[in-house]
């Protein structure tokens, strides 16, 4: 979470540098609204990192991130469970110091479902037949432990 706040800072900063080496200058303040929205948004994802959870239902597993990313993976079309470490592909999305939110891409296993507070150490794999999802819960068998059981009162 920290580190999102330091690069929200950053981009913000660097966007409000322009502003005054070339004050009213047009390309200045678009440069400058440009990356104070970026800064907002590295920002909006810290204050959602808190909001990251991984909850068993019945007959899913609800993954969320805040408002901002919401997976609902059916208990039944879970095919396997591992823990990996991952290789990240240069082509890759939404991956930054402690988040992985959103498709990103690996070159060890393709394409996978992100909502993680970690980019490539210890992701918990969830593979349904034609999807990957990745997250890391804090208590990883617990949670393996509820997909099995088939969620709270199975």
């Not at 200058?25 to 104070?36: C, E, L, N, P, R």
């Not at 907002?40 to 408002?67: E, I, N, W």
Request: include cysteine; proline fraction near 4%; glycine fraction near 10%.
């Amino acid at each position: 979470m920290l580190s999102l706040v330091a690069l929200a800072l950053v981009v913000t900063a660097i966007g409000a540098v322009g502003l005054v080496v070339e004050p009213g200058d047009t390309t200045s303040i678009i440069v400058a609204v440009v990356f104070g929205l970026l800064g907002a948004a590295f920002l909006g994802l810290a204050v959602c990192l808190p909001l990251m959870k991984y909850t068993v239902t019945r007959d899913h597993l609800v993954v969320t991130c805040g408002p901002v990313l919401r997976y609902r993976i059916a208990l039944n079309d879970i095919r396997r469970i591992t823990r990996a470490d991952l290789t990240i592909s240069l082509v890759s999305s939404m991956r930054m110091p402690g988040v992985a939110l959103f498709s990103v891409r690996y070159t060890d296993v393709g394409l996978v479902r992100m909502c993680a507070t970690r980019a490539t150490r210890g992701i918990l794999l969830i593979d349904t037949g034609n999807r990957r999802y990745g997250i890391t819960p804090v208590d990883v068998d617990g949670l393996i432990q509820a997909i099995r059981d088939g969620g709270p009162g199975a």
